[in-house]
């Protein structure tokens, strides 16, 4: 006999997602570093080669010149942006469980743990949209070099008096098509690779680290399979003139297709892939090392 599973907290949940959202953004920001100055390098003169040759040759640069510091540049913002995302994230995880339980024992099927991984999508909306919207302006006009926005809070102003609240959350219906599926995606394939490497009459608890680490990997990448799509169409529409789309994200698709083919949907690919499995095995390896923390420290909750 199993012992009794602990009960849903999705308090808990929101406590332990968010340092699983810290984990997350200390193995993965090196990366996006890299990704981002290999996506800005300047062109080169004629005669010259390029700044960096690949992925492996920006890191080995970055840490001659800057030390360990370099590959962490710029970390505040995304730790004060993502730690409350991820504790809502698994809240709304946590929550769509919760709700779909009958008694607090009860096990989930796979569907029903992916529609509760689609909850959770529809919480980190509310709060992502206006953020990525406001990122993707003030990382492009670094790069266009015509300087509309003094910062953040002043392109939510401008976003609010141009176009009120709907300005701000240019993008909803795109990021919903984004997140929803793949935090479904993700947090089912999350459980179902547990179950995959729990041996028979293990509770889930007494899971190794390398099989977190794993399995945490791997939903990271099933997550962005799903997502990259609907990411780059979105990245292309939030940043577009206003009018220049007007059925929305169908003319995104249309133009995107026609101009570049079906395979730029897929842009980007390596860099994503090659970010999500470290950066998802430390967040579930965190999430998962406070859920025991939590529990030992109030069992009841």
């Known amino acids: 006999m199993a012992k009794q599973p602990q009960p849903i907290s999705p308090m808990k949940n929101f406590f332990a997602g968010g340092f699983g959202g810290v984990c997350l953004v200390f193995a993965g920001h090196p990366l996006d570093t890299i990704k981002v100055r290999l996506q800005t390098q300047p062109k080169p003169k004629p005669g010259e080669s390029l700044l960096y040759a690949g992925t492996l040759d920006c890191f080995k640069k970055t840490l001659a010149k800057e030390g360990v510091k370099g590959l962490y540049k710029g970390m505040a913002a995304p730790i004060i942006g993502v730690t409350p995302m991820f504790a809502v994230c698994f809240f709304g995880f946590g929550l769509g469980k919760k709700l779909q339980q009958r008694t607090p024992d009860d096990i989930l ?7 509760a991984g689609m909850l959770s999508g529809v919480f980190t909306t509310a709060i992502m949209t206006p953020g990525e919207r406001i990122k993707c302006l003030l990382q492009i006009q ?3 070099g015509e300087v509309k926005y003094a910062g953040p809070m002043d392109c939510v102003k401008q976003l609010y008096k141009e176009s009120g ?3 701000i959350y240019k993008g909803t ?4 098509m984004r997140d929803v ?5 993700y947090f089912m394939s999350y459980e179902w690779l547990k179950n995959l490497l729990t041996p028979a009459g293990k509770s889930h608890n007494e899971l190794s680290i390398p099989s977190v680490l794993f399995a945490g990997g791997m939903a990271g990448i099933f997550n962005w399979a ?8 979105k990245s292309r529409f939030q940043t577009a003139p206003e009018g220049k789309y007007p059925n929305g994200f169908r003319d995104v698709l249309r133009e ?3 101009e570049e083919g079906i395979g730029s949907l897929y842009k980007g690919f390596n860099a994503v892939m090659l970010r999500a ?25």
């Not at 099927?109 to 529609?115: C, D, G, S, V």
């Not at 219906?173 to 919903?176: D, I, V």
């Not at 599926?181 to 995606?185: F, I, L, Q």
């Open 173 to 176: 219906a795109l990021t919903l």
């Open 181 to 185: 599926p793949a935090s479904g995606m």
């Open 142 to 144: 670094a790069s266009t």
């Open 226 to 233: 799903v997502a990259i799509p609907p990411d780059v169409l």
């Open 109 to 115: 099927t796979y569907p029903q743990l992916f529609a």
């Open 277 to 301: 499995f470290p950066a998802n095995a430390a967040c579930f390896l965190g999430f998962e090392l406070a859920m025991k923390f939590l529990n030992w420290l109030a069992p009841n909750l």
């Open 165 to 167: 609240i709907r300005g």
């Open 256 to 258: 995107l297709v026609r």
